[in-house]
């Protein structure tokens, strides 16, 4: 594992690709509360929302968006979309920091981010 280590070009050690899918309002219980999940989604589609209910918030959802949060805490949900959309969810687990040998992830700082909008 650690030549394996050498390589792997991302601060995440998880990522799921979604594609054309409705995700219900839910909470990604394997993901680590101390890091930020990065959600990027890109396509030829219309009217998604993003909801986080639990802080009474809803996004659009556009092509080239990215939101980051954590998914562990916030509970989350996207609508089903008109046209083709993918997503990209980068994520931490801790078990894999357990099987890599690796050390965990302290908690997530918004002052180490950078904040726009458009």
């Known amino acids: 594992m650690p030549e394996t280590l050498q390589y792997w070009a991302s601060v995440f050690n998880s990522l799921s690709i979604i ?3 409705e995700t219900p309002n839910h909470q990604d219980h394997l993901s680590i509360p101390e890091c930020f999940d990065i959600l990027t989604t890109m396509g030829n589609y219309s009217n998604a929302q993003m909801s986080m209910p639990s802080l009474q918030l809803e996004f659009r959802y556009d092509s080239s968006c990215m939101i980051a ?3 562990r805490i916030v509970r989350h949900g996207v609508d089903g979309v008109e046209g083709d959309q993918i997503a990209w969810a980068w994520y931490m687990r801790d078990s894999v920091h357990i099987y890599a040998g690796v050390p965990s992830c302290e908690w997530a ?3 180490g ?3 726009t909008t458009v």
């Open 19 to 21: 594609s054309n899918w």
């Open 113 to 115: 981010c950078i904040l």
């Open 69 to 71: 949060f954590s998914g």
């Open 109 to 111: 700082r918004v002052e």
